[in-house]
């Protein structure tokens, strides 16, 4: 959806004097479990809510055997935690096996006066060994939580629904937090999904080296969505610039490379390590840098005994130190271990690089093996953009259609509207449209019909365009509703798309409207949308023609997949939930299953394979409780923009690739475009990868949950999904990133069900023939 903005690394407490504390503040012991109902120790409530499967207390001690959505929560007074000296949250925690981790909410409010509501920051637990352990949580670890403030804890996202669970002696710590030099970059908040934002912890020991070496990535700069979205690099760690650079450019000046631009010299940038161990592996870091002769920079290398990127050794070399110059060519540079002292290279958790005097652009990042620096070739394959068979260019019959020559910024040659989408420029003159194109998502249209037009005598005809400069976009015929309606939803129907660069030559575009797979007897207009360059284009007509010039090679048609916005079975109704913040699908999952619906979830491939996040468990239980899993790309990115088919290819491989590992071997054709953004390449690639006929799901029913859940009007996503339900709209689109919009869940749920119509998932209501039976 348009206008979700991520934020990579909040702020930590505020730093400031404190009062001492003399001992850690006991929030419950468990010492009145079985006698004092649901009071902790500081006599307020305390409770699973009878999500667990099994839950004892014992000695001081709760068991447990947590169902998918559990938890356990600790309420409390109003704790100005900071102020009276206490640092951190500890507790006492088993889990059944090792590898083991959950995630821990606090909840902290504006201040102990505030009678509002509360807000939620998370930190993931991983790690744990199987054995009681002692976990110390500081308060940096939390974001930007406020310690001066805190009303409750919650547990929950457990990695494994087995018995063996243990939790006591929860506290507020005094003087216990880990030791070490704690600053804004090393607490790292990352975004787990797509959407949303989760505070990392890690607590697993690294794993020493085995067998034979090899160069171990960080980054190759593949992906602007990964970086600038989700916050990941190629070990899918954390990094990010929290906001301090001017810009993070991938691919910018070449293929896997980043552009790095800084405000000022505190801006920042850091990459999480994983904590590697690199002892008697790895000598060190290369990458290929390019800047500006003198230009200067700092690396600062991080490890941590605890693999706790929050208490960290750090140890610091210039761009001087390390003897490096610059010289505005691209050149390999190394970052040798051996020239930082005091570094544990057997737990190496950040790097860290600031103080960039001028604009900067870095190669592929990697471990190299041994002493001897070695450059991390990224591995490139030619990616066919498609067959290249042509077809025998068909003979119309039907008299040729100026549908615009550009002559009136308001209305085409027909009399009907054209216009742009609000962003894009569009420049009239002497007969000439030009456009410049900023964004995938901006659209040209041109209307042929106030209604519906029969276009069928068209179908032995060519769609012309005569143009100079890009070709670098979509042109699409647009198709109206069955009721050739406006006012009823989907306004168009849908429509299908030609990728104008492989129709082109010498200034002309031709495309036969056979090539367009739509119902030509509802033809309402042409869209030249999808701009993956900012490069201008300039036309000067759009017609309809008989034949083609002698010269002149038709391509074949490429598959495009169905372009959808409503359900083809009778009478149904389709919720399509995408991405969101797994502490929400507990709560998710419980109202779906009380309202008794089936419906279909779109993934994002990336975070599947990020253990913190635990959205493997997640949608593992979606699928076993009968609900369709589908794909949303691997970093969520606008797919018609990327630059190359190549980077296409690499969106849909990975994510199909991660959603098969994860999820019990799963194979979808089902596909909704991050944004809603799409164009012919998109549709093509995605049906190459996918080997069949895709289905490209878009919607009907928008909540609008980007634009108002975190708004002081959230319930205006009530209006906009009764708005688009009283049009006619069947297919929904709606995140579960806000706690607002889950809330709404259960009413969206109800208004559906009173329209009368069937709730089902999307294959089902697609009436597809391999969709479960109803």
């Known amino acids: 959806m348009r206008g979700i903005n ?84 500890q507790f006492t925690i088993k889990g059944p096996v090792a590898g083991s981790s959950c995630m821990l ?42 310690g001066d403030a805190v009303v409750g804890l919650v547990w929950s996202t457990w990695s494994d629904n087995t018995p063996g669970w243990q939790l006591s002696n929860v506290r507020l710590g005094c003087g216990g937090a880990a030791s070490g030099t704690t600053r804004a970059p090393s607490s790292t908040t990352k975004a787990a999904t797509s959407v949303g934002t ?80 690199a002892k008697d592996r790895y000598g060190g870091i290369s990458l290929r840098i390019k800047a500006a002769a003198g230009t200067t920079l700092s690396i600062q290398l991080e490890s941590s005994v605890n693999c706790d990127t929050g208490s960290t050794i750090q140890a610091s070399q210039t761009s001087q130190q390390l003897g490096w110059t610059f010289d505005n060519t691209e050149k390999l540079y190394t970052i040798p271990f051996n020239k930082f002292s005091n570094l544990d290279t057997g737990k190496l958790v950040t790097l860290f690089i600031s103080g960039i005097s001028k604009p900067v652009s870095f190669g592929p990042m990697a471990f190299y093996c041994g002493s001897t620096a070695k450059e991390y070739i990224v591995s490139t394959t030619s990616v066919a953009a498609g067959p290249s068979s042509t077809v025998a260019a068909p003979t119309g019959t039907a008299a040729a259609l100026v549908v615009d020559k550009f002559a009136n910024a308001n209305q085409n040659a027909l009399g009907f509207w054209h216009g742009g989408d609000e962003g894009m420029t569009t420049t009239y003159a002497n007969g000439r449209l030009t456009i410049k194109s900023t964004d995938a998502d901006y659209s040209f249209y041109t209307q042929v019909s106030g209604s519906c037009s029969d276009f069928t005598k068209y179908k032995g005809s060519y769609l012309h365009i005569a143009y100079s400069g890009s070709t670098k976009f979509t042109v699409a015929l647009q198709q109206h509703n069955s009721k050739c309606d406006a006012a009823i939803a989907p306004y168009p129907e849908t429509w299908d ?64 997949g169905d372009l959808v916005f409503a359900c083809k079975r009778p009478n149904s109704f389709a919720f399509a939930i995408d991405d969101g913040q797994p502490q929400l699908a507990a709560e998710v999952m419980d109202i779906i299953k009380s309202e008794g619906i089936k419906v279909t979830f779109f993934t994002v491939g990336a975070p599947l394979l990020d253990k913190s996040t635990n959205l493997t468990n997640v949608y593992r239980d979606m699928q076993a409780q009968g609900h369709q899993i589908a794909l949303h790309s691997y970093t969520h990115p606008k797919m018609e923009g990327l630059p190359d088919v190549a980077s296409i290819d690499w969106e849909y491989n990975e994510d199909i690739k991660a959603v098969k590992q994860q999820l ?37 029913v928008d909540v609008e949950d980007w634009l108002w859940a975190e708004t002081d009007t959230p319930e205006e996503q009530l209006k906009a999904f009764q708005r688009d339900v009283d049009k006619g709209g069947d297919l929904v689109v709606l995140h579960y990133l806000y706690p607002s919009t889950v809330s709404y869940l259960r009413q969206f749920i109800q208004i559906a069900k009173k329209t009368g119509k069937q709730l089902m998932r999307v294959d089902q209501c697609m009436n597809d023939p391999n969709a479960p039976p109803l």
């Open 6 to 89: 991520l934020i990579g690394l909040a702020a930590a407490f505020a730093s400031g004097a404190s009062a001492a504390c003399s001992a850690p503040l006991i929030i419950d012991d468990f010492s009145q479990w079985a006698s004092a109902g649901n009071q902790n120790s500081l006599g307020a409530w305390t409770s699973t809510d009878g999500s667990m499967e099994a839950i004892s207390g014992s000695n001081g001690v709760i068991s447990f055997t947590p169902k998918y959505y559990a938890y356990h929560y600790e309420n409390m007074p109003c704790q100005a935690a900071k102020s009276n000296g206490y640092d951190s949250i």
């Open 105 to 146: 909410e606090i909840q902290t409010k504006s201040s102990c006066a505030d009678t509002g509501a509360y807000t939620q920051n998370w930190a993931q637990i991983t790690g744990l060994t199987g054995a009681t352990q002692t976990i110390t949580l500081p308060f940096s670890a939390f974001g930007a939580a406020n």
């Open 198 to 277: 989760i505070t990392r912890t890690t607590l697993a020991t690294s794993a020493a080296p085995s067998g034979s070496c090899a160069p171990l990535l960080i980054d190759d700069w593949t992906s602007q969505s990964r970086l600038t979205f989700l916050f990941y690099n190629a070990l899918l760690e954390p990094t990010s610039d929290d906001g301090t650079m001017t810009s993070l450019e991938v691919n910018k000046p070449s293929k896997n490379r980043v552009t790095i631009t800084p405000k000022d010299t505190s801006s920042y940038f850091y990459s999480q390590l994983g904590c590697t161990n």
């Open 497 to 560: 798309s030609a990728e104008a660069t492989r129709y082109a030559k010498d200034g002309h575009i031709y495309i036969p409207m056979n090539h367009f797979n739509v119902n030509l007897a509802r033809t309402i207009g042409i869209a030249i949308k999808g701009f993956y360059s900012a490069e201008t284009v300039t036309f000067s007509v759009i017609e309809i023609v008989a034949s083609v010039p002698r010269t002149f090679v038709i391509p074949n048609k490429l598959e495009t």
């Open 664 to 700: 019990n071997g799963l194979a979808s054709p089902y596909f909704r475009p991050p944004f809603g953004n799409e164009g012919a390449r998109m549709r093509a690639r995605l049906a190459n990868s996918v080997g069949t006929k895709p289905t490209i799901t878009m919607w009907s």
